[in-house]
């Protein structure tokens, strides 16, 4: 028997709740300079990324920050505190997929909470 020149592997499986409708999903590519910080900040709707290139400290409200590097995978709940997303001493590149409702636009409110 030869193996399957084909291979899954699930990296994240999120529940969103009950209540979501998601009528379309933006994708975009962000970069964002080394030493930057993003700055606590809330989503309308949830976001799903990967990183591509370089690494970020991420951290959801008070939880624990983490290192997040090319290939791994996060979740940003929709009206939710994102902490951190602060870069390190390289570039940073990921992958955002917004999860939105029929007609709205991705929406990014920085707030002072952290």
């Known amino acids: 028997m030869t193996a399957s020149p084909i291979t899954r592997s699930t990296l994240l499986d999120q ?16 970069s964002i300079a080394a030493g930057t910080t993003g700055g ?5 709707g949830p ?12 951290q959801i409200g008070d939880g624990t920050a983490t ?13 939710v505190v994102v902490s951190k997303f602060d870069t390190s001493a390289e570039d940073v590149v990921f ?5 939105l409702a029929d007609g709205a636009p991705p929406e990014i409110e920085f707030t002072s909470q952290a």
């Open 15 to 30: 529940p969103l709740g009950g209540g979501m409708d998601v009528a379309h999903v933006e994708v975009r590519r962000i």
């Open 47 to 58: 976001v799903f990324g990967t990183i591509e290139k370089g690494s970020v400290t991420f």
């Open 67 to 79: 290192t997040l590097r090319a290939g791994d995978v996060f979740y940003e709940p929709a009206g």
């Open 40 to 44: 606590a900040h809330i989503h309308n």
């Open 95 to 99: 992958l955002g997929y917004f999860l």
